[in-house]
């Protein structure tokens, strides 16, 4: 599955850049993440995401690991994790990337997502549109907590 | 495999609602179990507790007098299949227990039970929200009535809370001019889309009219999109707009893209369900 997402963030773009690296604040902005670590620093990252969708909740234990950094732009990444309860498995690759507009900030997810398991059982249809809802909500987090502290 | 769960046997709807609100999420009300079990011999899901409500009999009855015709939320699909007040009253409802998944699912699985899971592919919302329906929750401190447009949420999700309980499902009796059906269509087991048409239908034409679409996107929903372009028409300018009302309720169906069709596949298939449950209601 692939997803991409803008959000144009009224900040400059060295202050989203700080705030992508600042673990907490960043993962608060991701809905159902929590118990995030970092392992080593800028490089190595563990999370555990809990998802719902109406009786169905996954927990996948989740590594983060950052492949490539080119400061300022763009950040390519790759989280991979299991649920053992539910036997099912996800791996996302990620790509960031910002550019300055009009004295703001794009910031830009490209994902691809793959979902291993009983958990696809659900459909793909429904697992689309939960991943789709969960990016918004943190594309809008995101800029809320940019905008918000500016 | 089933995972160790707790059985709770509560003996009345607020025993019921008490302990839904105490255990939260950790709880879920069993009925017939036919989605609830194969979801948790599939591991899908884990309840610590799981509250049978089967023993509240009072919820199995069905009656109707001239304004309402009222279902409890435990009758089983085989139970309304065989209902002759309902062959008589609602025979569009009738004809859709009728084809509800397999026998094995209509001997014990519940119309309460299909509508609170809210599995998308599931057929009855769609046609009690054409029919006008109000369903009833319950919980320990009150009861409220939900229209059925205003029961499903999203996939799986419902408006009913935490400590509430479907009890009853409430259709406005008939009268004689009173027209509906529903039809669907899949390839695979589950359906890829249902329409539901209902409309009252006398020498002026056709008023009130109510689609809603099922199966195909996150939940059933009515469109009023649609429904704009039949109603106040007479049957045969009704009948020369269904093209364009089809593609109108296709486009407003918020269908998704999955193992049963593409978007447009069942964009088009609405259509043509509506042009022939529009068919079939006036004949």
Request: charged share 30%.
């Amino acid at each position: 599955m692939q997803f991409q997402k803008e959000v144009e963030i009224a900040a400059p773009r060295e202050k989203v850049w700080n705030f992508i690296w600042d673990v907490d604040r960043f993962i608060a902005c991701v809905p159902g993440c929590k118990e995030a670590k970092t392992i080593e620093a800028g490089k190595k990252y563990a999370a555990t995401m809990v998802e719902k969708v109406g009786p169905f909740k996954v927990e996948f234990p989740t590594s983060i690991e950052v492949l490539e950094r080119e400061e300022l732009t763009r950040i390519k990444a790759q989280a991979s994790g299991a649920d053992n309860k539910i036997g099912s498995r996800m791996k996302v690759d990620l790509d960031v990337n910002l550019r300055e507009q009009d004295g703001k900030t794009v910031l830009g997810f490209i994902a691809s997502v793959d979902i291993l398991g009983k958990l696809a059982a659900l459909g793909h249809g429904i697992i689309k549109r939960k991943a789709d809802q969960v990016l918004d909500e943190f594309a809008q987090a995101v800029k809320r907590r940019l905008e918000g502290d500016s | 495999m089933l995972r160790r769960f707790r059985l709770e046997e509560p003996e009345s709807v607020a025993e019921a609602s008490e302990l839904l609100g105490r255990f939260g999420d950790s709880a879920k009300v069993y009925a017939g179990g036919t989605e609830l079990l194969l979801a948790m011999k599939e591991g899908l899901a884990h309840y610590e507790r799981l509250i049978n409500v089967k023993k509240l009999k009072k919820l199995s009855e069905v009656s109707a007098d001239e304004s309402t015709i009222k279902i409890g939320a435990l009758c089983t699909h085989h139970e309304l299949e065989t209902s002759p007040m309902l062959q008589q009253k609602l025979p569009a409802l009738h004809k859709l227990e009728q084809n509800v998944a397999n026998v094995r699912v209509r001997q014990v699985g519940t119309l309460g039970g299909n509508l609170c899971f809210a599995e998308p592919h599931a057929d009855p919302g769609t046609l009690l929200m054409a029919l006008g329906a109000t369903l009833v929750a319950e919980k320990s401190s009150g009861r409220r009535e939900i229209a059925a447009e205003d029961f499903f949420v999203d996939v799986y999700e419902t408006s009913l809370e935490v400590d509430e309980l479907l009890t009853e499902i409430r259709i406005p009796t008939p009268t004689e001019n009173f027209r509906s059906a529903y039809l669907k269509f899949g390839y695979l087991e589950r359906p890829s889309v249902g329409v539901a048409v209902a409309f009252n239908l006398n020498g002026g034409g056709l008023s009130e009219v109510k689609i809603a679409v099922g199966c195909a996107g996150p939940a059933p929903r009515r469109v009023p999109e649609a429904e704009v372009l039949l109603n106040g028409k007479s049957k045969e300018e009704a009948e020369r707009t269904l093209s364009q009302a089809g593609e109108s309720a296709g486009r407003a169906s918020q269908a998704i893209s999955d193992l049963h069709g593409s978007q447009d596949y069942k964009e088009h298939i609405v259509g043509v369900l509506l042009k022939r449950a529009f068919q079939s209601a006036v004949t």
